[in-house]
């Protein structure tokens, strides 16, 4: 699934800290179905050159294959809109408690190993938990993992 806004007014994202904010705007207004990874490409300047990739259904552990598939794809997609000189930022988004828990972590090594074995620049990975009930601009918890 993919996840589509305007782009053309969104500052660049040229930190993990400009990251943070960008997954809380995103996820703030887009919300999360249980759990779901989201994947951002950025080019060298910090501009967003695709769609944001979106994975529902994300089990608790992370499976090895189907990480280093997904960093193969995202491989290509660095590849044809940033000439491969840009970055990623990864999001793994939930509603559940916003503590960061061991799945959590084990994601993070598992996405942080599968982008360097494949020379993908990860800008940074977080986690963002997406309260329900809540105002639009108070609905995401943010807390960086990488």
């Known amino acids: ?21 960008r997954w809380c705007l995103l996820l703030g207004l887009a919300g999360v179905q249980e759990r779901e990874l989201w994947v951002q490409v950025f080019d060298a300047d910090g501009v967003q050159r695709a ?3 979106v994975v529902d259904d994300l089990p608790v552990d992370p499976d090895r294959t189907f990480v280093e598939n997904l960093l193969d794809c ?8 940033t000439s491969g000189i840009g970055s990623i930022s990864v999001a793994l988004a939930r509603t559940e408690a916003a503590d960061v828990a061991a799945g959590d972590l ?3 090594a598992e996405v942080a190993g599968a982008a360097r074995r494949r020379g993908v620049r ?6 963002v938990v997406v309260h329900d009930g809540t105002a639009p601009g108070e609905r995401a918890t ?3 993992l990488l």
Not at 3 to 19: D, G, I, K, R
Not at 74 to 81: I, Y
């Open 106 to 108: 084990a994601w993070a």
């Open 1 to 21: 699934m993919t996840f589509e806004m305007p782009l053309a007014h969104l500052a660049p994202v040229t930190s993990p800290a400009c990251a943070a904010d």
């Open 122 to 127: 990860l800008l940074a990975m977080h986690l």
């Open 51 to 53: 769609p944001v990739v």
């Open 74 to 81: 995202v491989g290509e997609v660095l590849a044809r809109e």
């Open 142 to 144: 943010v807390e960086r």
